[in-house]
């Protein structure tokens, strides 16, 4: 392998994908862009970043074991009992695969991700 095979993460660039939510997992207001720079051949390691906007999406079960680092912004996640986590620019955290409860975006954010798509 060269120094070709180093990928920069940009925010806002790479490829842009907007998740589709089922109805009434997100808020009216919900707005997100994911800007994947890197995934492996099977695609399940991917990674870049992901912007967005104030509102809140209900998760049933996270879909994938994800670590984030807050660029920018504030967010939160809320379990069902109501324990919640705040993490704001320069935070680092990870969210399990299965998470259940809410993922609460409360300003504009912006977050470098890596996420592996298995059990």
């Known amino acids: 392998m060269s120094i070709e095979n180093i990928i920069s993460i940009t925010l806002g660039q790479g490829q842009a ?11 009216s207001d919900w707005r997100e862009t ?12 991917f990674g870049g970043t992901w912007s967005g906007e104030p509102g809140q999406l209900l998760l049933e079960s996270y879909p994938y074991n994800e670590i984030c680092v807050m660029l920018g912004g504030h967010v939160a996640l809320i379990d069902p009992d109501g324990g919640r986590k705040d993490f704001k620019t320069g935070d680092a955290f990870f ?3 299965g998470f259940t409860g809410i993922w609460l975006t409360l300003e504009p954010s912006s977050k470098i991700f890596v996420a592996l798509d298995t059990p």
Do not use: H, K
Not at 17 to 27: F, H, K, R, T
Not at 34 to 45: H, I, P, T, V
């Open 34 to 45: 994911e800007y994947r720079c890197f995934a492996n051949s099977s695609g399940s390691l």
């Open 17 to 27: 994908i907007n998740p589709e939510w089922p109805d009434g997992m997100a808020s």
């Open 95 to 97: 969210v399990p695969r």
